[in-house]
């Protein structure tokens, strides 16, 4: 009986992973990232789902050339035709996604960059979409345990910001200094650099990052077991990559890239990490970074007692989160254990880490403030390549060293981990898939 349930609920969930990647090629807009976060999270939807939408993290309805052109020659060259300043540019787009796509091009002296390219009238169609939700969030306040309108005005300000290529160079320059200061010898991550001169709003040029998206590692066939013990290895590698870069960024700097979804991370042929597209950045200020700081530790050290719970209720009221009547005196701990510690199952009160349960911490939280809406983006894209590469992973113990450095109780440096025995096996491996796909 259980067999037959399961065949049955996988014919719908393929059923319905297909009407809704047809709704989202005809809706086009706000909706193809909603299906971007939806392929990247494997362990809340359906594999069926996630399998279906991998194509909107870098396939999407890719501009015609002629398009590409024109938008280069009038917006970033004012007049000027490509080969004055190109030395050639590859029709074909290394990843085209709902605002812009990127193309492989060389400069006349000599220099390889990626051109990015915005689509003509994408702005104002996705604009339109994010008010329109935004606007039904408003009218529903109060239905739904979680206040959406929160979290769409929040997305609605951050897509404004990424309609501006301008803005992301600036971006992407200072992480790139900020990452390149951490202390180790060489950044957890590779940020490419902006072409100085060759930036307008919506024309982008940047070095040009060799090597192979997870997204497009993730097509690969896995059929040899040598390429899963080398995916295994390396996704433990790209982890561990993301997360120092992302423990820098965001309890230390307080500016972090808020959209790690696999299409815009990279593993270059030597098996280093690279993390592209700066189009999503999100500022936060002194206090929520502190807060937040002592918040990893309390997770990291967290031992289960009342004590604890207790000073976990304190910091939450002093982070101005807010819960229902009806909510357990220990939510606050709850809901930090449930956006920073992925291995429990079960949560103090009686709630459940799993999303979906009429029993989740989420359905008792009625404000949270907007600064965290897109750092919590950027933890469950974490916790979703995770979950796809089967990978046990830890935060809070991971980050104690950032979180301690953010709060000044430690002046130690970022260590470079050990490349692990056979490194030379993954990156011939990655030098492989990498050639394949260029």
């Known amino acids: ?3 037959w349930l399961a065949r049955r609920w996988r014919v719908q969930h393929r059923i319905g992973a297909r009407d809704m990647s047809e709704f989202i090629k005809e809706m086009k807009g706000f909706y193809v990232k909603v299906g971007q976060l939806i392929a990247t999270r494997v362990d809340l939807f359906p594999k069926e789902y996630s399998t279906k939408l991998t194509y909107l993290v870098d396939s999407v309805n890719p501009l015609p050339f002629n398009t590409v052109r024109q938008v280069i020659e009038q917006e970033l060259l004012e007049g000027y035709p490509l080969d004055e300043v190109f030395e050639h540019i590859d029709p074909e787009p290394l990843g085209s996604a709902s605002i812009a796509q990127v193309h492989r091009a060389k400069l006349k002296c000599g220099r390889e960059v990626a051109v990015k390219v915005q689509r003509p009238n994408v702005e104002a169609q996705l604009l339109d ?5 935004k606007s039904l969030a408003k009218q529903l306040r109060g239905v739904f345990p979680v206040d959406y309108y929160t979290v769409f005005a929040e997305l609605e300000e951050q897509l404004q910001e990424e309609f501006d290529f301008c803005f992301e160079a600036s971006s992407m320059d200072r992480i790139a200094f900020a990452l390149s200061k951490n202390g180790s010898k060489t950044p957890p991550v590779l940020v490419p650099r902006s072409v100085p001169g060759l930036v307008c709003r919506r024309v982008l040029c940047m070095d040009f990052v060799p090597g192979v998206s997870l997204a497009q590692l993730a097509k690969q066939d896995m059929g040899k077991a040598m390429d899963a013990n080398v995916m295994k290895m390396l996704g433990r590698r790209v982890l561990q990559s993301l997360t120092d870069a992302f423990g820098t ?8 890239h808020a959209d790690p979804h696999p299409g815009n991370v990279y593993v270059m042929p030597d098996g280093s990490v690279s993390l592209i597209d700066f189009g999503q950045v999100k500022r936060i200020g002194y206090k ?9 530790l309390s997770i990291a050290d967290c031992k289960d007692t009342e004590e604890e719970y207790r000073e976990g209720v304190k910091l ?6 807010k819960f229902s009547k009806t909510a357990h005196e220990w939510c606050p701990v709850a809901l930090a254990l449930f956006v920073l510690d992925w291995e429990r199952t079960e949560l103090p009160g009686g709630y459940s880490a799993y999303e ?6 989420m359905n008792d939280v009625e404000y949270f403030p907007r600064e965290w809406v897109l750092t919590c983006r ?11 590469l089967d990978v046990k992973w830890s935060l809070p113990e991971k980050w ?6 953010a709060l000044g109780r430690s002046k130690s440096n970022v260590i470079a981990a050990p490349k692990p025995k056979f490194w030379s096996r993954v990156q011939s491996w990655l030098a492989s898939r990498s050639r394949a796909t260029q």
């Open 288 to 296: 929520f970074r502190r807060e937040f700081a002592e918040l990893v």
């Open 249 to 256: 960024m965001i309890l230390e700097e307080g500016f972090f």
């Open 316 to 321: 939450g009221e002093r982070m101005g989160l």
């Open 378 to 388: 950027a933890l469950q894209l974490i916790r979703g390549l995770a979950e796809r």
């Open 400 to 405: 104690r060293e950032h979180a301690m450095r």
């Open 129 to 133: 979409d994010i008010a329109l939700i």
């Open 1 to 3: 009986l259980w067999g």
């Open 356 to 361: 979906l349960s009429p029993n989740c911490v």
